[in-house]
């Protein structure tokens, strides 16, 4: 790819979701018909070819100049094990598709020999959605049109251009500031059962929208909206035992966290390291 100032126009790609579809699409189960559990068997070709097709597919559907995959570390864990410890445990035993790691790694290795100036996105201690969620608000800061293709629901706490190639009808979505920071603050405060992040006990999306839209387009009101859920909760007994944290600020906080999917100058890119958001 060039470089960044001769962009025009980029579609950003979840690797995570591609290479879900492409592992599980090259498997065919044989049922031997004697009792046994099917045989599964998987052919890398095919895996190749389910690849090709659908990033090409998904980069069509935006009309982009160019497209960006966008990886999950599979070396370090996530940062956001250290700020919620019970983060994607219930995922502890699950086995990825035979053909994830190999496809993972031939496609990196296809893009390196493609676009050696920036082959694609992967950073330490991040999973794809905080590579898409930076390179989104980087590149739209930079005057760069960007769209996120995904059909993860938390990308839309990330502003700007967003596409779910899973839609019957699929159209680019346009995220402003405010709705995203809305839709953050509402995963902070209901959680997300995907991701294992429990946000305040007892609360579920329908009280969190009472609780936010009043607010709406104002983040500290929202936040301290968030805030004065966690202490009703933490009043009541039968809820408080649910609390991962022995203090309701810190839970908030904790699910704050863990919910916000990166932007722009959350991260160092020298280190490592994540800025985490602070009130």
Same mark, same amino acid.
């Given at each position: 790819?060039?470089?960044d ?7 950003l790609l979840?690797?995570?979701i ?10 065919? $189960?044989i049922?031997?018909?004697d ?12 895996? $190749?070819?389910?690849l ?11 009309g ?11 070396? &370090?864990?996530?940062?956001? @094990?250290?700020?919620?410890p ?8 699950y086995k ?43 590149? @739209? ?11 993860d ?20 979505r346009q ?20 991701? &294992?992040? $429990? ?14 839209d009043?607010?709406y387009g ?12 966690y ?7 039968? #809820? ?27 991260y160092?890119?020298?280190t490592?390291?994540? &800025?985490? #958001?602070t009130?």
């Open positions: 790819m060039a470089n100032r001769e962009y025009k126009s980029v579609a979840d690797a995570d591609l290479l879900y579809i492409a592992s599980r699409g090259a498997e065919d $189960k049922d031997w018909g009792g046994d559990e099917a045989m599964v068997i998987a052919d890398l070709d095919k895996g $190749k070819a389910i090709t097709d659908t990033v090409n597919a998904w980069w069509q559907m935006t982009m100049d160019l497209y960006h995959i966008c990886f999950s570390d599979r070396v &370090n864990a996530c940062f956001r @094990n250290e700020v919620y019970i983060y994607k445990l219930h995922r502890a035993g990825r598709p035979e053909l994830y790691d190999p496809l993972s790694d031939w496609l990196m290795r296809r893009e390196r020999e493609d676009n050696p100036h920036r082959p694609y996105g992967l950073y330490d201690f991040l999973e794809a959605d905080d590579a898409l969620g930076l390179l989104q608000t980087m590149w @739209n800061q930079l005057g760069i049109d960007t769209c996120i293709v995904s059909i629901k938390d990308m839309l706490t990330i502003p700007g251009k967003h596409l779910n190639p899973n839609h019957e009808d699929p159209a680019i995220v402003d500031l405010e709705e995203a920071d809305y839709n953050w603050m509402t995963q902070t405060i209901s959680g997300d059962r995907v991701d &294992n992040y $429990k946000g305040a006990p007892g609360i579920g999306a329908a009280r969190a929208a009472k609780i936010l009043p607010c104002n983040l500290e009101a929202m936040w301290q909206g968030v805030l004065q859920g202490d009703d909760q933490w009043l009541k007994p039968n #809820w408080r035992t649910k609390f991962q944290f022995d203090d309701p600020y810190v839970e908030a906080l904790a699910n704050a966290r863990c919910a916000r999917i990166l932007r722009e100058g959350d160092n890119y020298e490592g390291k994540v &800025n985490l #958001w009130p």
